[in-house]
């Protein structure tokens, strides 16, 4: 079976996201990084895509090329079936570092990208607060981010990602710093946000992870990466119907996805 990085990319403006062969390259000379080496997938509208591997080899790379912050040395990224220039409204982005704005509230920093866009304040302020309250931070709207815990402002960071309502969410690491119980509620606002009352897929979403359950709970898909200079090791399609609910973590069948993804993992160390 060819690897998947060495397939034909078809072309097509119902793939919401194609990367096509990119690789990246930082520096030049003797300090030049390879951080990717050839990576190509494609991503349907409305999938739910996790992005997993080892630190360092390329996730974080590869969404802002997908964001539009970076440009690949050599390939593509499509998104809409148009290469990817610059950063647009139809991706929104939650960074690893969270970014917060410090001179900002919590409610500012929700608020900020839909001032922006030029809505009214009691609109903004309304979307603001529901997501505000769906990421459990009721009660902390005047709050800056240097008062905040680190879970805490990457509540606040994901709130804000949501509150503008971008068709691509691009997700770097959301729940990294979240308690275990507080990750395990979020992941399912994060699929509800997704996922619609009418069960319909209203988003497509690129989810970098280093949590096998959280890759395995969420995703249609998972990419695993292999370690830096960082290519497409292998694509696992996870096959439990939607919505996912939390009594499926105990099923068997799920802890085999989640063994398999922890065995290919592993496999990587001491390479
Ligand atoms: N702006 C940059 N300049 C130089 N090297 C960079 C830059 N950004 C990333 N790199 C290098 O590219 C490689 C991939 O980095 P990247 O941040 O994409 O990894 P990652 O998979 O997101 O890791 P982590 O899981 O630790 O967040 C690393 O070796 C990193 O040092
Ligand atoms: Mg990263």
Redesign the pocket.
């Given at each position: 079976m060819p690897s998947p990085s060495s397939e034909a990319v078809h072309r097509s403006a119902k793939r919401d996201i194609v990367v096509d062969r990119v690789h990246?390259v930082?520096?030049a000379g003797e300090s030049a990084?390879t951080?990717l080496d050839g990576i190509s997938f494609q991503i349907e509208d409305g999938e739910f895509i996790s992005l997993i591997?080892?630190?360092?080899?390329?996730?974080?790379?590869?969404l802002?090329m997908i964001a539009g912050f970076h440009t690949p040395s050599a390939g593509e990224v499509l998104v809409s079936g148009q290469p990817v220039t610059s950063p647009g409204a139809d991706r929104g982005m939650m960074f690893?570092e969270y970014c917060l704005f410090p001179w900002l509230t919590v409610q500012g920093n929700v608020e900020f990208g839909l001032r922006i866009k030029g809505i009214a304040k009691s609109e903004r302020h309304e979307i603001a607060n529901s997501h505000i309250r769906r990421v459990g931070l009721d009660g902390f709207q005047n709050r800056y981010p240097h008062q905040l815990s680190g879970g805490m402002k990457q509540r606040c960071a994901l709130a804000r990602c949501f509150a503008n309502d971008a068709n691509i969410l691009l997700l770097?690491?959301p729940l990294g710093a979240v308690d275990a119980m507080t990750r395990e509620e979020l992941q399912d606002e994060i699929q509800d946000i997704w996922w619609d009352d009418d069960n319909r897929r209203r988003k497509t979403v690129v989810n970098?992870t280093?949590s096998i359950d959280e890759s395995v709970y969420l995703s249609d898909r998972i990419i695993v990466?292999s370690p830096?200079p960082?290519r497409v090791r292998e694509i696992i399609e996870i096959p439990f119907e939607r919505p996912r609910r939390p009594e499926l973590r105990f099923e068997p069948e799920y802890q085999r996805f989640v063994a398999y993804v922890h065995d290919l993992l592993k496999s990587f160390k001491g390479h």
């Open positions: 990246k930082f520096g990084t951080a591997g080892p630190s360092g080899c390329g996730k974080t790379t590869l802002y690893q770097d690491e970098v280093h990466m830096r960082g």
